[in-house]
């Protein structure tokens, strides 16, 4: 808990420590403990998926694979900004791959990476139900469509 405490403060290890209390003894709760993780820390570290496991009397390898099937969890930590590009059939056909190498060109990461200064993540997803305005992104819910190339300075620099 020390480690916890260090590494994300002590409030947000408290706010975590108090939602698993209330929650461990609920049967089919880890789900639920996840989510409360997610939300407090941003993402699911090792150190919490551990004391999860150890609190929950939970196998690490059941938490672990709940965490890698489930897209609402992850693994690293997120940029401010997270950036959604749709590569479903619709937007694919109209051009998202282009627009992805240009947001990737832009910022300097890859798929699944947050720039160094923490501002951006990039995440493909397959549908975000916009195909009408295809190829279509999301940042932190704000939504851009019939997306170029050439749009992408413009709307990221919105957000620095």
Do not use: H, W
């Not at 808990?1 to 290890?13: A, D, I, N, P, S």
């Not at 282009?98 to 200064?117: A, C, F, H, N, S």
């Amino acid at each position: 808990m020390e480690t916890l405490c260090r590494k994300f403060g002590e409030e947000k290890v408290e706010r975590f420590k108090k939602a698993l209390e209330e929650l461990k003894n609920i049967p089919g709760s880890l789900i639920a403990i996840m989510n409360e993780a997610q939300e407090i820390f941003g993402y699911l570290p090792i150190e919490v998926q551990l004391y999860i496991s150890k609190e929950m009397n939970v196998p690490l390898t059941e938490i672990f694979g709940i965490a890698t099937f489930y897209s609402r969890f992850t693994l690293k930590p997120s940029g401010k900004y997270k950036i959604n590009l749709c590569m479903g059939t619709a937007c694919y056909v109209r051009g998202a791959a282009m627009v992805l190498e240009k947001i990737k060109e832009k910022l300097g990461i890859q798929v699944g990476e947050t720039t160094p200064d923490g501002k951006f993540s990039l995440e493909p997803t397959r549908c975000l139900g916009a195909c009408g305005l295809a190829p279509v992104m999301m940042i932190n819910g704000e939504v851009f469509g019939r997306l170029t190339p050439d749009d992408v300075d413009e709307i990221l620099s919105k957000f620095e």
